[in-house]
């Protein structure tokens, strides 16, 4: 959530800021989930660019408590495809909708979510709506 910078400004600024409680996606996901959530890494949306994501998932490999992204429908499929290269066959919740009338939790290991996403894509042209992916971390 790139809401901070707003934040930040309006401190500079001198306006008072107040938060307002309500459903956070990241948060509802983990809920939803069911895998570890006493501890996690919230790493919001990864780069675009296949380069950075990759460094950045590499600096991830060895993190122990559940990690947190976001992903948009366009590349979620390259994006799980490159969780599995990475990180292996962890186990995953695809969060899609979250608290709207289309949600969707898959879990599974990833390689699992792939072949159940490619199921859909031959029924629908594409994936709709806002993800959030939960992963597990890495075993110790």
């Given at each position: 959530d790139p809401g901070y910078y707003l934040v930040r400004e309006a401190i500079k600024e001198g306006i008072k800021v107040s938060p307002v409680p309500g459903?956070?996606?990241?948060?509802?996901?983990?809920?939803?989930?069911?895998?570890?959530?006493?501890?996690?890494?919230?790493?919001?949306?990864?780069?675009?660019?296949?380069?950075?994501?990759?460094?950045?998932?590499?600096?991830?490999?060895?993190?122990?408590?559940?990690?947190?992204?976001?992903?948009?429908?366009?590349?979620?499929m390259r994006t799980l495809k490159t969780f599995l290269e990475i990180f292996g066959d962890r186990e995953i919740a695809l969060c899609r909708e979250l608290t709207k009338k289309f949600e969707?939790?898959?879990?599974?290991?990833?390689?699992?979510?792939?072949?159940?996403?490619?199921?859909?894509?031959e029924k629908e042209k594409r994936i709709k709506g806002e993800i959030v992916i939960v992963m597990k971390g890495k075993e110790e």
């Open positions: 459903p956070a996606a990241m948060i509802a996901g983990l809920i939803i989930s069911g895998l570890p959530s006493d501890r996690f890494v919230f790493e919001g949306f990864l780069p675009k660019r296949e380069g950075k994501k990759r460094k950045r998932l590499l600096n991830l490999i060895n993190e122990e408590k559940t990690i947190i992204f976001y992903e948009s429908p366009y590349r979620i969707e939790v898959l879990r599974g290991k990833i390689s699992e979510i792939i072949e159940i996403l490619n199921k859909k894509l």
